[in-house]
């Protein structure tokens, strides 16, 4: 796993239409195809602890307040090598019902091909931010259809929850999101499931997508009549119509 950058800098990765960000990179020039994934959530919630445990397999059990950072690795899924990119995002704050969405966090959602949303299962607020953060999402991607996985993690701490893990499951299907409910501490499994999903589901999105505008681009347009030939053939064909009348 490498860590790519802190996220004050992300405008420096390639964007989602460039050449190695668009998903088409990868075939033509033997890059792996770019998968960017943006994981977000109310603050403490496990983000960095579920992409730490996604890219390395450890779990962090300190909790130390994140700036936001990027990681990259590459990972073979379905035997093709992908380059993911995901950028673990500041907690959010919510003040009386309203998105507190600073512009880092909306150039993160911006910038991905994916979201992941977490909450967790011991904290009702960050349970009740996830339909205000999918909106987010939706708006900032007009006319395109990110996926997004739903995280409910710390499903290890039953005894003190404050969601049922139903709720999240049923909000999720509303949305149209996968759901996936996680303990980041003690199951590595569900974890790499989830972004394996999304993986998935991006990368069948950018393969799609691409040969499509390829195959519109390879379709040979028809031949521009020859004007002078139709000339030619317009002058024989009257010069026989011609013929034939004054023979008759
Ligand atoms: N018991 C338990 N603790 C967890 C789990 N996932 C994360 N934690 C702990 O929850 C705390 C917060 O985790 P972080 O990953 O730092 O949370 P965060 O969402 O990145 O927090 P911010 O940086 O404030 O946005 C840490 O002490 C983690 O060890 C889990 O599945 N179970």
Redesign the pocket.
Known sequence: MRLVQNMCTIAEYPQAGSASGDGCGGASSGRPRLIKIAVV?????????????FLTKR????????AGNLYSRQIQIDGEMLAIQVQ?????QIHEHNLDCNEQLNRCIRWADAVVI?F?ITDYKSYELLSHLHQQVRQLHPGNRVPVVVVA?????LHIKEVEPQNGLQLANMLGCTFYE?????NYNDVFNAFHVLCKEVSKQQITSTPEKRRTSLIPRPKSPNMQDLKRRFKQALSAKVRTVTSV
């Open positions: 959530g109310a603050s403490g919630v496990g983000k960095t602890a579920l992409v730490v445990r779990f962090i059990g300190d909790y130390e307040r994140n673990d995002t500041p907690g959010i977490v967790s993690n710390k499903a290890d701490l996680v303990s980041v501490s003690e």
